[in-house]
């Protein structure tokens, strides 16, 4: 029950940040959201930390275990890896008017890069069953994203979403190679403040430090810091630690449909048909490739 309830938690969690996007509107640059986004939401961790450190003994040493310098260095490199280069690509991306459905699409090649590179250097679990899935999975953020329009000029704004996929892929599997000595709540408080050290050094030298602060914004910052950022990084990190790195990137091919399903209810968006297909072919991936590990393991 319980890896169900951390992947539901992850998929609405995770596909919430384009909704905070399109909540700050025109308040903010995109490097000076990220920068104050990150800055917010490390200061609170930070607070976090703090309090923790009054807590009894039993529940300190588990809530914050002494790190060793190589945690440290992981904690940092993950920082680097799924915030500030996955969530910088995506949003340079978006600024340059790169469609959002290319990038979905190029990053939903995630849990097949994953699943190989898992098989090829740790002998996981890899049969027909979950090949089939994976591509079902590819088929499924495809029909969700709907028409792609590939005639952007950018070169270089087309190479961003790989850029995305291969931090987030990378992130995925330096979890999957380390032993977890942070607890999650470390694990977010050294990465976030890694991020917001590269984001608002960034925005500093672009001069786009600078915000418009209405109520719009200040709503989004709340969006963005507690629910996209906190609780979508945090269900992020729980399910490497619990499914695995190819278990959760699997849950990305839910993302893009349930995103959509967020901008209509906040927005009023409509969802079409291909997106409602998209849903319910993600999910049947994903169940698909599920029950390939199970018997694959099962076999073994």
Request: hydrophobic share 55%.
């Amino acid at each position: 029950m319980k890896p169900i309830l951390i992947s539901i938690a992850f998929i609405i969690c995770w596909s919430s940040g384009f909704v905070g996007s399109l909540l700050v509107g025109e308040n903010a640059s995109p490097i000076g959201l990220l920068a104050w986004r990150y800055i917010a939401t490390a200061v609170l961790l930070a607070g976090v930390i703090l309090f923790l450190r009054s807590a009894q003994r039993p529940a300190k040493a588990r809530l914050l275990p002494d790190l060793t310098r190589s945690a440290w260095k992981h904690q940092i490199l993950m920082g680097v890896l799924s915030h500030a280069i996955f969530l910088g690509a995506v949003f340079w991306a978006s600024d340059l008017a790169i469609d959002p459905g290319i990038t979905s699409l190029v990053c939903a090649l995630q849990p097949i890069l994953v699943a190989a590179v898992g098989a090829r250097l740790w002998d996981d679990p890899f049969n027909f069953r979950m090949a089939a899935g994976l591509v079902l999975g590819l088929v499924a953020v495809g029909l969700a994203a709907g028409s792609i329009d590939f005639s952007s000029t950018s070169v270089f704004g087309l190479l961003l979403p790989f850029v995305a996929l291969l931090g987030l892929s990378a992130s995925a599997l330096l979890e999957r190679a380390s032993d977890a000595q942070a607890s999650i709540v470390q694990a977010l408080a050294i990465q976030t403040a890694t991020a917001a050290v590269i984001f608002t050094g960034v925005a500093l030298a672009m001069g786009d430090m600078g915000v418009h602060v209405n109520a719009d914004f200040v709503w989004a910052m709340v969006w963005l810091v507690f629910l996209s950022g906190i609780g979508g990084y945090a269900a992020y990190t729980a399910c490497l630690r619990t499914m695995g790195s190819t278990m959760t990137s699997l849950l990305l091919f839910v993302t893009p449909p349930v995103t959509s399903f967020w901008t209509w209810l906040m927005f009023h968006q409509p969802v079409n048909a291909g997106q409602i297909a998209g849903m319910v072919l993600g999910i049947v991936a994903v169940a698909l490739t599920v029950n390939g590990e199970r018997r694959e393991r099962s076999n073994t």
